[in-house]
């Protein structure tokens, strides 16, 4: 070993800097003077001075005008300036420097070098970083030297090949006829290469990988040699005879028995006798165990060999080594779709592997133990996976809440389950499951009617007990303004009967409302609930009406424009609240917050508008409220398109609020009956003569109308008469009048009748004409009449 | 195959570094500070495997040095742990209970023992024994330097 005294005084001075600053100035002074030295002529410390470089370079430092010393050390004879100059040029000139063109020429010199560890060096250099042009220029060097050469040389050339075909592909073709001879070689360095070689070649070329499947006889009798032989002390590694060729010939058979029957079953004893000799004490062992593990479950094997390789797996499973068990399960995932039932068996142990130490081997197990639920085995699974979820390290929390939740999606038992299930994630990992849970939940909800007084008091405990996580705090709110009525009814089969009043109900919603941890959407989501529970009970509808106006000037917009709706309901539309009741059910499909909100927002819009009869049709609904419990048909249904826009989808909305059937208690509020006069009504009033007007329906467009004319002057009126005139259509025929004087008065009427048919339902109109005399003077006058009472503004 | 080999101390100093694909200086640069960051911040009692990109690293450290290898993803991995063991065994048989100021002072002496070891990525010699020879050899070589070169010849 030849000291390079310089190098080493050089390292020791950029070490004892003891800061970054005089690091840089010791290394800048040492830069100048390799610069200077290689500026000058041959002189015997070249190679101490690129050695410096290097030393540089690997700190950190440019280093690149050593790139032209190492092409001229390489060119150099002596052997000590040869190597370093072609460590430089490994380590400096790589095939993206024009410069590395430069070296093919020696290379390809040294190539044919009478001295062997010439030739190595040039070899090492080229598999290192060789562009493909040197490689295209060299190749053929390359070949000879795979044929006739020593074997330290051939096992080298080999792996040079290996280099060459990865940068030119079609180069792969040259090489081939020198693979197959070189397999018969007995020297363990140059088989490992030419594996190696081989390996690459088939991975490249499918024809090739057809020719050389009449290698495995070959193989499976190299791999017999190395299992059965005794001790062999070259390559003995704890017991194992040359575990790294080992491992490279069942990677090579691998390649070769895949989807090829044949080639599978020449080499199946032999995968069995190595999964079964192979000591596997040590790593070496195992690593060659799992290769044949990882080649058994890719070829064409027979059923035993597979359950053999299983097993294997499941014993490194409970191996104390850490790493063995992490490669366990990635080998099992990768199977647990095609031999499902295998893996199976080995669940517990997989399962116990949740509760490992490291964290690369718990997601290994997460994701394995999702794999591996399946209906029969769901309930014992999703109890081991919260568990996990409560203790699991944060970055594995959001991938355990949605595989729960697919889980449980696919494989529950029950709808209480479910819904207790999807509670506990939100409880214990709500923070980390995704958007659209909540909605998802909602749904559940909805849809599990039987469980929705469970349902609300479980949520409502929960609420009491935590109101940090967003996602449970938003599905119980919802819950509670929905099923506020069922909480506060108090009894329930499934849980203990708790006695909720409706403050407590308020008091809860106030607090999230108020407390600091609940974010905008799920102020939302309580200020909405608030508003429903004020049609569900009866005592404290003034407390939700404060708790409404005071967030009229939140500062959050959206809550503001919120609170402010809510207000207007409050005050102008105080009928319409219960119809906010049912909102719940006229829904969307997703039951979002801001669809329940939209809701409201369409019905207000119409009513300022001044649509009197939509005001009527929702004031039936709201006098006949018990009628509209619920009842599972309407519930469940859910009529009602989605609403997205004001106007046009507020009647079908009313629509969907038509349909309902309504009960027979419910009295309707139009007070018109068929059967009798409607009371006198003036039309007409002047110079003290006074006309009444009475309606009597005689049928569905026959009418009697009788007119009655009185005197409130002081003289009397002569040849009173009426005549009227009706819209073309209706008929009309006057009876005759009762008389024709009216005494002053008012002492006596006239009365006349009218009868009217309109059968075409047209806006029913009369005209009619007053003429009189009176004091000598004749008096005529005409009156229209619009209105008739006891008929709707239509005339019908 | 293996994609680079690095060395480093426990202070996150590079000690050696082998890449055996073609990149550019700078992303050799990220590629060294995201192993030092990733490696360095492993807990004690961690298995030695993690996944980077497209490819397995295996690390292992024997006193104050990581020995970090980057594998392709169908390699296997404990026959890498067994190759970062091999290297380690080259070096201790070549400087004779090697530490990590070993490699330091004679850095250029590890990438030599290095490259009898593995070409291209791959491995080149499984026997301990031939590759000590071999590079004994080389040294002689090059103690003997002058005109006239010595004929060294090993029997395969």
């Known amino acids: 070993m030849s000291p390079s005294v310089p190098l080493q005084e050089m390292i020791r001075a950029i070490r004892s800097a003891r800061t970054q600053c005089e690091e840089r100035g010791v290394i800048q002074r040492e830069c100048a003077a390799i610069r200077a030295q290689f500026r000058q002529a041959d002189n015997g410390g070249r190679s101490h001075n690129l050695a410096k470089l290097l030393y540089v370079h690997m700190l950190g430092y440019p280093a690149h005008f050593g790139q032209m010393e190492c092409v001229r050390m390489i060119a150099s004879p002596r052997y000590s300036e040869k190597r370093v100059g072609y460590l430089g040029a490994m380590m400096l000139l790589d095939e993206k420097q024009d410069a590395s063109l430069l070296i093919t020429n020696s290379i390809k010199n040294d190539l044919a070098h009478s001295n062997q560890y010439v030739q190595s060096l040039a070899l090492c250099t080229l598999a290192c970083m060789g562009s493909a042009e040197m490689c295209r220029d060299l190749a053929p060097e390359i070949d000879r030297l795979l044929r006739a050469s020593n074997s330290y040389i051939k096992k080298k050339a080999a792996l040079c090949a290996v280099h060459i075909v990865r940068k030119v592909h079609e180069l792969g073709e040259l090489f081939a006829p020198a693979a197959r001879s070189l397999l018969s070689e007995k020297n363990h360095g140059v088989l490992h290469g030419a594996v190696v070689l081989i390996i690459e070649l088939c991975e490249r070329n499918p024809e090739t990988l057809e020719r050389f499947r009449k290698t495995v006889p070959d193989l499976v009798q190299i791999m017999k040699g190395l299992v059965l032989s005794g001790y062999s002390p070259e390559h003995d590694v704890a017991g194992i005879s040359d575990p790294f060729l080992q491992v490279r010939i069942l990677r090579l058979l691998r390649i070769l028995g895949r989807n090829n029957e044949g080639a599978s079953d020449a080499m199946n004893d032999l995968l069995a006798q190595v999964a079964t000799n192979t000591d596997s004490t040590k790593t070496v062992g195992n690593a060659v165990l799992y290769e044949t593990v990882l080649t058994v479950l890719d070829i064409k094997s027979e059923s035993g060999l597979r359950v053999l390789a299983v097993n294997i797996l499941g014993r490194f499973l409970l191996n104390n080594d850490r790493n063995i068990r992490y490669i366990a399960m990635t080998s099992l995932q990768k199977i647990v779709g095609t031999d499902h039932n295998a893996v199976q068996r080995h669940r517990g142990t997989i399962v116990d592997c949740l509760k490992d130490q490291d964290a690369s081997v718990k997601r290994r197990a997460l994701e394995l133990s999702l794999a591996l639920v399946s209906a029969s085995n769901i309930r014992s699974m999703m109890k081991e996976l919260l568990l996990f979820l409560s203790s699991c390290p944060p970055e594995l929390r959001a991938h355990a809440a949605s595989g729960i939740f697919n889980a449980a999606e696919r494989y529950a038992p029950s709808q209480r389950w479910h819904i207790d299930t999807m509670l506990h994630v939100l409880i214990t990992a709500g923070g980390d499951v995704r958007d659209e849970t909540v909605p998802n939940l909602i749904q559940l909800i909805t849809n599990a009617s039987e469980l929705h007084c469970y349902t609300v008091h479980k949520l409502y405990r929960a609420l009491l007990a935590d109101i940090s996580q967003q996602s449970l705090v938003q599905v119980a709110c919802w819950c509670i303004g929905e099923y506020g009525d069922l909480l506060l009814r108090g009894d329930c089969q499934e849980t203990e009967p708790v006695q909720v009043t409706e403050d407590d109900a308020l008091d809860a919603l106030e607090t999230v409302l108020q407390s600091h941890m609940s974010s905008p959407a799920t102020r939302g989501f309580a200020l909405t609930a608030t508003m429903k529970l004020s049609t569900r009970i009866t005592d404290n509808v003034d407390r939700i009406r404060s708790i409404v106006s005071i967030y009229g000037s939140c500062i959050d917009v959206e809550l503001q424009q919120r609170a402010v709706e809510y207000n207007a309901l409050f005050k102008k539309y105080d009928h319409m609240r219960y119809a906010m009741k049912n909102y719940g059910r006229i829904r969307v499909t997703f039951t979002e917050p801001r669809f329940e909100y939209m809701c409201s927002h369409c019905l207000l819009l119409p009513l300022s508008v001044g649509g009197l009869k939509v005001c009527d049709l929702l004031d039936l609904l709201g006098g006949s409220e018990e009628t509209l419990q619920p009842s599972p048909a309407f519930g469940g249904t859910a009529p009602g398109p989605s609403v997205n826009t004001a106007g046009g989808d507020l009647l079908d909305l009313l629509g969907g609020l038509e349909l309902t059937p309504l009960a027979p208690g419910v009295t309707l509020r139009v007070t018109h009956t068929h059967t009798h006069t409607t009371d006198p009504v003036p039309v007409y009033d002047k110079g003290g003569v006074t006309l009444t007007l009475s309606c009597e329906k005689q049928s569905d467009t026959g009418l009697t109308v009788t007119l009655t004319a009185s005197n409130a002057t002081d003289s009397d009126i002569s040849s009173f008469t009426l005549q009227a005139a009706v819209p073309k259509s209706v008929q009309l025929h006057m009876k005759a009048p009762s008389g024709d004087s009216l005494p002053a008065r008012g002492t006596a009427k006239v009365t006349q009748m009218v009868v009217l048919n309109n059968p075409n339902k047209v806006n029913l109109k009369m005209r009619v004409r007053v003429s009189y005399t009176r004091l000598g003077s004749a008096f005529q006058d005409t009156v229209q009449i619009d209105s008739f009472p006891g008929l709707d503004a239509a005339g019908r | ?156």
């Open chain 2, 1 to 156: 195959m293996i994609r680079f080999l690095l060395l480093f101390s426990r202070q996150g100093k590079l000690r050696l570094q082998k890449w055996f694909t073609a990149i550019s200086e700078r992303e050799k640069k990220k590629i060294i500070r995201d192993m030092t960051t990733m490696v360095l911040a492993r807990q004690p009692r961690t298995c030695n495997f993690l996944h980077w990109k497209d490819l397995k690293i295996i690390y292992k450290r024997y006193a104050s040095l990581y020995f970090c290898l980057a594998i392709e993803n169908q390699e296997n991995e404990l026959i890498a742990l067994e190759v970062i063991h091999r290297y380690v065994e080259l070096l201790d048989k070549y400087f004779g209970n090697v530490c990590e100021l070993d490699i330091i002072f004679n850095f250029e002496k590890a990438y030599f023992i290095l490259d009898e070891f593995l070409i291209g990525g791959e491995i080149q010699e499984t026997s301990k024994q031939i590759v000590n020879r071999a590079i004994e050899a080389s040294d002689m070589l090059q103690e003997g330097d002058s005109s006239e070169w010595f004929e060294v010849e090993l029997f395969g």
